[in-house]
């Protein structure tokens, strides 16, 4: 496995640790259950990156993920933008989310091509 290819979403919490997830919510939501906030307003407001995590530990913004995935070719940025715009987000700066990132990624892994 590439250690610079995308392995999952992160969230990076203010007192810097970070959790991996199928979503950037299920991050959140596993840091509340592992005790690591005492309510899901603390954790949310303890966020300072909502990423993505590479297979050799980089932690990457959103943007910066997408970025590598194309330069990986892991995915396209037209079929990303595709498949953004296919589940219904709004513009540009929500297509950087990440259950479409996994979406996309799940067909790029089955040779679904843009």
Do not use: Q
């Amino acid at each position: 496995m590439n250690p610079r290819a995308i392995k999952a979403p992160c969230v990076t919490f203010s007192d810097g640790r970070t959790r991996e997830g199928s979503c950037h919510g299920v991050c959140v939501l596993d840091a509340i259950r592992a005790g690591w906030f005492d309510s899901e307003e603390a954790a949310f407001s303890a966020i300072r990156i909502e990423g993505f995590i590479t297979h050799g530990g980089e932690i990457l913004s959103r943007e910066d993920a997408l970025t590598r995935a194309v330069e990986l070719r892991e995915m396209t940025r037209a079929h990303y933008e595709r498949a953004a715009r296919e589940s219904g987000v709004k513009g540009p700066a929500d297509w950087l989310e990440s259950l479409t990132y996994d979406d996309v990624l799940c067909d790029v892994a089955e040779g679904i091509t843009a």
